[in-house]
């Protein structure tokens, strides 16, 4: 199950530009901001017990995507699919045998609570509106590995808020106290907000963008290689 990959291994810029084009292709094949969390998770996991050279930093990426999407999804996109959004720089053999890889290194346990997870749970307390924008600063936060330090639960949370904040802004109203996203008594104990994360959130080390004039995600790449 040996990848035969150039030895230049990840680093945080790359793993930025594979989520930042990992983002528009989960639109692309309409899954779910959850299925996108849960294969970040997936890749992340996966990195901390095992190197990847950079050469196969895409397939990782796919691999974890089809992953997730069997875990959380109805359907799962197919295999050729996935493979022409990397430009067909990789064969099925080679998805498989890092999908069977994956899942010895995970000892199969691919579930795990994802910033999608608690979006959708303080989600209750708050309007459409803040919890697409919030989702949007969720994106950005999957892509910027200096978010990693901060759980889940909390970076969720300051994007709710900074959401907020943004929207009663831009209609003219004060900014609101740091009551918002109570949580109620019997849900789990409220987790404090923190301050560096929210100005990390305002003023973010890294931007996901996508060119929305783009039909496929597979165009921001050249044989397998971030352009």
Same mark, same amino acid.
């Given at each position: 199950?040996?990848?035969?990959?150039?030895?230049?291994?990840?680093?945080?810029?790359?793993?930025?530009?594979?989520?930042?084009?990992?983002?528009?292709?989960?639109?692309?094949?309409?899954?779910?901001?959850?299925?996108?969390?849960?294969?970040?998770?997936?890749?992340?996991? !996966?990195?901390?017990? %095992? =190197?990847?050279?950079?050469?196969?930093?895409? &397939?990782?990426?796919?691999?974890? *995507? +089809?992953?997730?999407?069997?875990?959380?999804?109805?359907?799962?996109?197919?295999?050729?699919?996935?493979?022409?959004?990397?430009?067909?720089?990789?064969?099925?053999?080679?998805?498989?045998?890092?999908?069977?890889?994956?899942?010895?290194?995970?000892?199969?346990?691919?579930?795990?609570?994802?910033?999608?997870?608690?979006?959708?749970?303080?989600?209750?307390?708050?309007?459409?509106?803040?919890?697409?924008?919030?989702?949007?600063?969720?994106?950005?936060?999957?892509?910027?590995?200096? !978010?990693?330090?901060? %759980? =889940?639960?909390?970076?969720?949370?300051?994007? &709710?808020?900074?959401?907020?904040? *943004? +929207?009663?802004?831009?209609?003219?109203?004060?900014?609101?106290?740091?009551?918002?996203?109570?949580?109620?008594?019997?849900?789990?104990?409220?987790?404090?907000?923190?301050?560096?994360?929210?100005?990390?959130?305002?003023?973010?080390?890294?931007?996901?963008?996508?060119?929305?004039?783009?039909?496929?995600?597979?165009?921001?790449?050249?044989?397998?290689?971030?352009?």
């Amino acid at each position: 199950m040996m990848m035969h990959c150039v030895k230049m291994y990840v680093t945080a810029e790359s793993r930025c530009k594979l989520i930042s084009w990992l983002i528009p292709v989960h639109r692309y094949l309409r899954l779910s901001f959850e299925c996108c969390s849960l294969s970040v998770n997936i890749m992340d996991r !996966f990195l901390a017990s %095992t =190197p990847v050279a950079s050469d196969c930093f895409q &397939l990782l990426g796919v691999t974890a *995507l +089809l992953l997730a999407c069997k875990q959380v999804e109805v359907f799962s996109p197919r295999i050729s699919q996935l493979l022409s959004l990397c430009c067909d720089a990789f064969s099925r053999e080679q998805l498989c045998n890092l999908e069977c890889l994956i899942l010895l290194r995970l000892n199969f346990r691919l579930a795990a609570p994802t910033i999608a997870f608690f979006l959708d749970f303080y989600a209750n307390h708050i309007s459409n509106v803040s919890h697409r924008l919030a989702l949007r600063v969720c994106e950005l936060t999957l892509a910027d590995y200096a !978010f990693n330090k901060y %759980t =889940p639960s909390l970076t969720a949370r300051c994007a &709710l808020a900074l959401a907020n904040q *943004l +929207l009663r802004t831009s209609q003219g109203l004060e900014d609101p106290a740091n009551q918002l996203l109570r949580i109620n008594p019997e849900g789990p104990e409220e987790e404090p907000m923190d301050q560096s994360l929210t100005a990390e959130l305002t003023y973010g080390h890294a931007s996901s963008q996508e060119d929305n004039s783009l039909s496929d995600p597979a165009h921001s790449w050249n044989n397998g290689h971030i352009n």
